[in-house]
């Protein structure tokens, strides 16, 4: 899947008009929001509390449960693009950057179905 640059550029648009209609954006330093999404990272983590991957598996089956999922990813992805936004990253740009920098620490032939990391020994 892929999302356009121009929908999330438009998506950050709307979600600063949000915020800024709320006049929220006194709240919002880099700082605050960084602490913001590691909450919500806590919540969507929440999801699977006590659960095995199975359990898991079943709860997001349910409606409800896949509706928790989507609010939690939802916020997450928000406080991102306000930090984004706030530091004057081009997440798609670091984002696509970054990819780079794992294909070259991991590259398929050394690397396929394996957990380890790049500077584990064998």
């Known amino acids: ?19 800024d ?9 880099l700082r605050n929001l960084m602490v913001s999404l ?15 991957d199975g359990g898991l598996e079943a709860r997001i089956a349910t409606p409800a449960g896949r509706e928790a999922l989507e609010d ?3 916020d997450v992805f928000m406080y991102l693009l306000l930090i984004a936004e706030r530091s004057g990253i081009d997440l798609l740009a670091a ?14 032939e050394a690397f396929r179905g394996s957990h380890r990391k790049y500077n584990a020994q064998e």
Request: proline fraction near 3%; charge should be negative; include cysteine.
């Open 95 to 108: 984002a696509r950057a970054k990819l780079a920098k794992n294909a070259a620490k991991y590259p398929v």
């Open 38 to 52: 590691q909450l919500e990272a806590g919540e969507l983590l929440e999801l699977s509390q006590w659960l095995d």
């Open 72 to 74: 939690e990813c939802a």
């Open 1 to 19: 899947m892929s999302l356009p640059s121009d929908d999330l550029a438009a998506f950050t648009r709307d979600l600063l008009a949000f915020r």
């Open 21 to 29: 209609a709320r006049d929220w954006a006194q709240f919002h330093s």
